[in-house]
């Protein structure tokens, strides 16, 4: 019975000191702050691992990663030895014994030094991530894909997440510019502090916000600097140059439009992207207008206020010059048949936009297989069937009569021979008789023509 009561009481005594120890353990609570800082200037790094070791009971904490200012928070529950281990990417480990007793209850901080792999003092040769966002006009944010980002001597374009990285070489604590730029939306410029973030990348990041959309009232006219004729399908854009594009590129604002019969390229009603009056520092603005057989336009300037929003429609002249192409035809002569339905073509072809004499003579006949009289290359003026002459235009060329080609109806001439300016067209030049494509069974007769380059 004595032995049952001794065994009774040292479980009842086993178990009251488990309790006491255990409320003991429970209510201890030391808080431990482990700061790490670069070696060679004491920067703080962030998201750095760390580990708190017990040397006496083998515990291992839970590991933690530093904040922005360098530093992870412990609370350990018991006195004892323990190793603060901290190592990051760039860095190897670096420990330190502290104790921690009843008097440290209030926390303690153990500082940490990290130095390079490399054996250097800095962390260099890192990478730079730069996420772009656009902010649209109904205020959603989402990653810009197609930005630019120009950073130190180069620039990128942002992938489908809105990120670019780049390879650098600034120490920790450099504050670092960047600019970026994407169609529609404002140009805007940023910066972070190299080692603010010192993982593997640090992080920057820049929101663009989209310009408003704005009616454009302009008027581009293109015109031949050799006669002001209007020049007809010419390429024109309206540019922008801006001392952030890459080797003196320029970006078309607008989108591209095509000159009309009037060579008029109209914005009117169209949206694009507005444009401030104070352009930044050497931003220029021009129109550039382009047309095979014409030179290109070079860089035309427009003043700014011509694009300023306005309901007022302004209209911009610009004036293209014939190239000198001398591989097209120079002179040819040729004879255009009213008795057969065909159709002659010259040799070579006639230079786009340059001017050429045509000169057209002879006579045929619609209704006499032996005597070819009564219509000319412009008019019908056999008495019994055009008591006065009527402007007939027997000879076509490239689908058109002579009076049409000129302008105006050409007066009669009794010798039947008529001349006539025409621009070329950069094709073979079309030549028939009107009457012999459907009725040559009782015609006769022929036309002589002689184009000649002016």
Same mark, same amino acid.
């Given at each position: 019975?004595?032995?049952?009561?001794?065994?009774?009481?040292?479980?009842?005594?086993?178990?009251?000191?488990?309790?006491?120890?255990?409320?003991?353990?429970?209510?201890?609570?030391?808080?431990?702050?482990?700061?790490?800082?670069?070696?060679?200037?004491?920067?703080?790094?962030?998201?750095?691992?760390?580990?708190?070791?017990?040397?006496?009971?083998?515990?291992?904490?839970?590991?933690?990663?530093?904040?922005?200012?360098?530093?992870?928070?412990?609370?350990?529950?018991?006195?004892?030895?323990?190793?603060?281990?901290?190592?990051?990417?760039?860095?190897?480990?670096?420990?330190?014994?502290?104790?921690?007793?009843?008097?440290?209850?209030?926390?303690?901080?153990?500082?940490?030094?990290?130095?390079?792999?490399?054996?250097?003092?800095?962390?260099?040769?890192?990478?730079?991530?730069?996420?772009?966002?656009?902010?649209?006009?109904?205020?959603?944010?989402?990653?810009?894909?197609?930005?630019?980002?120009?950073?130190?001597?180069?620039?990128?374009?942002?992938?489908?997440?809105?990120?670019?990285?780049?390879?650098?070489?600034?120490?920790?604590?450099?504050?670092?510019?960047?600019?970026?730029?994407?169609?529609?939306?404002?140009?805007?410029?940023?910066?972070?502090?190299?080692?603010?973030?010192?993982?593997?990348?640090?992080?920057?990041?820049?929101?663009?916000?989209?310009?408003?959309?704005?009616?454009?009232?302009?008027?581009?006219?293109?015109?031949?600097?050799?006669?002001?004729?209007?020049?007809?399908?010419?390429?024109?854009?309206?540019?922008? !140059?801006? $001392?952030?594009?890459?080797?003196?590129?320029?970006?078309? #604002?607008? %989108?591209?439009?095509?000159?009309?019969? @009037? *060579?008029?390229?109209?914005?009117?009603?169209?949206?694009?992207?507005?444009?401030?009056?104070?352009?930044?520092?050497?931003?220029?603005?021009?129109?550039?207008?382009?047309?095979?057989?014409?030179?290109?336009?070079?860089?035309?300037?427009?003043?700014?206020?011509?694009?300023?929003?306005?309901?007022?429609?302004?209209?911009?002249?610009?004036?293209?010059?014939?190239?000198?192409?001398?591989?097209?035809?120079?002179?040819?002569?040729?004879?255009?048949?009213?008795?057969?339905?065909?159709?002659?073509?010259?040799?070579?072809?006639?230079?786009?936009?340059?001017?050429?004499?045509?000169?057209?003579?002879?006579?045929?006949?619609?209704?006499?297989?032996?005597?070819?009289?009564?219509?000319?290359?412009?008019?019908?003026?056999?008495?019994? !069937?055009? $008591?006065?002459?009527?402007?007939?235009?027997?000879?076509? #060329?490239? %689908?058109?009569?002579?009076?049409?080609? @000129? *302008?105006?109806?050409?007066?009669?001439?009794?010798?039947?021979?008529?001349?006539?300016?025409?621009?070329?067209?950069?094709?073979?030049?079309?030549?028939?008789?009107?009457?012999?494509?459907?009725?040559?069974?009782?015609?006769?007769?022929?036309?002589?023509?002689?184009?000649?380059?002016?």
């Amino acid at each position: 019975m004595k032995k049952h009561f001794s065994f009774i009481s040292l479980l009842l005594i086993s178990v009251f000191t488990l309790f006491t120890f255990s409320l003991s353990y429970s209510q201890f609570k030391a808080k431990v702050v482990v700061h790490v800082t670069a070696f060679n200037n004491d920067s703080p790094i962030g998201s750095a691992n760390v580990t708190i070791i017990d040397l006496l009971g083998g515990y291992l904490s839970k590991s933690e990663v530093t904040n922005a200012s360098g530093d992870a928070e412990f609370s350990l529950l018991k006195e004892g030895i323990y190793y603060a281990i901290a190592k990051d990417v760039f860095s190897d480990a670096t420990k330190q014994i502290f104790a921690v007793s009843s008097e440290t209850l209030q926390g303690q901080t153990i500082t940490l030094r990290l130095k390079n792999k490399n054996g250097k003092d800095d962390f260099d040769q890192k990478l730079v991530d730069i996420t772009v966002f656009g902010k649209d006009l109904d205020g959603t944010v989402k990653p810009l894909r197609g930005a630019v980002v120009y950073f130190g001597d180069g620039s990128k374009t942002t992938d489908y997440g809105g990120l670019v990285s780049f390879q650098h070489n600034y120490k920790l604590g450099t504050y670092v510019a960047f600019v970026c730029s994407a169609d529609g939306y404002k140009t805007q410029e940023s910066a972070f502090i190299v080692g603010s973030k010192p993982m593997i990348n640090d992080n920057g990041e820049i929101t663009l916000v989209k310009n408003p959309l704005t009616t454009i009232p302009l008027q581009v006219q293109v015109l031949n600097k050799k006669d002001d004729s209007p020049i007809n399908n010419a390429t024109v854009s309206i540019n922008l !140059r801006t $001392p952030q594009n890459v080797n003196g590129q320029n970006k078309s #604002i607008w %989108g591209v439009q095509y000159s009309d019969n @009037n *060579g008029m390229a109209d914005w009117t009603g169209k949206s694009g992207q507005p444009i401030d009056a104070d352009l930044p520092g050497k931003s220029e603005l021009f129109v550039n207008a382009s047309k095979d057989g014409f030179k290109d336009s070079k860089y035309v300037n427009i003043p700014t206020d011509l694009l300023a929003p306005s309901t007022e429609t302004r209209m911009f002249t610009i004036w293209l010059e014939p190239k000198e192409d001398l591989s097209g035809l120079v002179s040819e002569s040729l004879e255009v048949p009213n008795t057969k339905p065909d159709k002659i073509f010259t040799k070579d072809i006639l230079s786009d936009g340059v001017m050429y004499l045509i000169e057209a003579s002879g006579t045929v006949s619609d209704w006499d297989t032996k005597n070819p009289d009564g219509v000319d290359p412009c008019y019908c003026y056999i008495k019994w !069937r055009c $008591p006065n002459p009527e402007p007939w235009g027997q000879l076509v #060329i490239d %689908g058109k009569n002579m009076h049409t080609i @000129n *302008g105006s109806t050409i007066p009669y001439n009794s010798g039947h021979s008529y001349s006539v300016l025409y621009k070329g067209t950069g094709n073979k030049m079309e030549l028939y008789c009107s009457d012999a494509l459907g009725s040559s069974g009782d015609n006769s007769g022929k036309f002589k023509v002689k184009i000649t380059r002016q």
